[in-house]
């Protein structure tokens, strides 16, 4: 099989068993988007997921992106691009000026900078507060406690388009207790958006709410 076709067949079942937790969660067919992850991965194999009908992708570094996407726009006018990985304040313009959705938004300061370039941009992609809900270390996130505060702050103080919440739990142990606690929480503030569940873990996140699944390697393949 040619890369493309594997591609386009990773696709196939990868919608199978979107579609399978979402009924097994007596969810409404077509309830769960699916962000295809292509960092790492070439222009070439987005276009191929294209042309398999998948129309909403997600980087994680914007300086790829911004190599990859702007260029594909012509010929595919409905695609979505999602910044997904961490973000650093002084590529916030840029995010904004190619990003439909930025799903890391993690701290005051990036919160303000998105602001600015919305303004100096005159574009508002839907912005994601990402919550570190294991409380790890090494992750990038706001604390679960703080949650609250800081998405008044996001809305009151910046006036940003706050669509949803985004996590990425612990890799070691059962998601499913922080899955819940972000799409409660969403929903306790009215938002509509949950973005969560990878590849390993994209069907238990489904279960519990998640809007948003961001799978990478079971479509492309593992990443060199
Ligand atoms: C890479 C990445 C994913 C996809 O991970 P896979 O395990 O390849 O499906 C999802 N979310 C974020 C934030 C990522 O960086």
């Known amino acids: 099989m040619t890369p493309a076709e594997d591609i386009a067949l990773n696709l196939a079942r990868l919608r199978e068993r979107i579609a399978e ?5 007596n969810r409404p067919a077509g309830s769960v988007t699916l962000v295809a992850v292509s960092k790492t991965h070439p222009a070439e194999a987005v276009v191929a997921a294209l042309g398999a009908g998948q129309r909403v992708f997600g980087e994680n570094r914007v300086q790829e992106a911004a190599t990859k996407f702007p260029g594909l726009r012509p010929d595919w006018p ?8 961490a973000l650093q304040t002084n590529k916030a313009r840029e995010a904004v000026r190619i990003a439909d959705a930025i799903e890391s938004l993690d701290r005051p300061k990036l919160a303000a900078a998105l602001a600015e370039a919305m303004a100096k941009e005159a574009r508002r992609p839907e912005v994601l507060v990402q919550v570190n809900v294991g409380e790890e270390p090494q992750k990038a996130g706001i604390p679960p406690a703080e949650t609250d505060a800081f998405l008044r702050e996001c809305l009151e103080v ?5 669509s949803g919440l985004m996590c990425i739990p612990p890799a070691e142990g ?5 899955f819940t606690w972000l799409a409660e929480r969403a929903a306790r503030h009215g938002l509509p958006v949950v973005s969560m569940g990878m590849s390993g873990d994209f069907e238990a996140a489904i279960a519990c709410g998640a809007t948003h699944v961001r799978v990478g390697s079971a479509i492309f393949g593992t990443r060199g």
């Open 21 to 25: 937790a979402t009924a097994r969660a």
């Open 78 to 85: 409905d695609l979505r691009l999602h910044v997904i990985g």
């Open 158 to 162: 910046h006036g940003l388009p706050v």
């Open 174 to 178: 059962d998601p499913r207790r922080h």
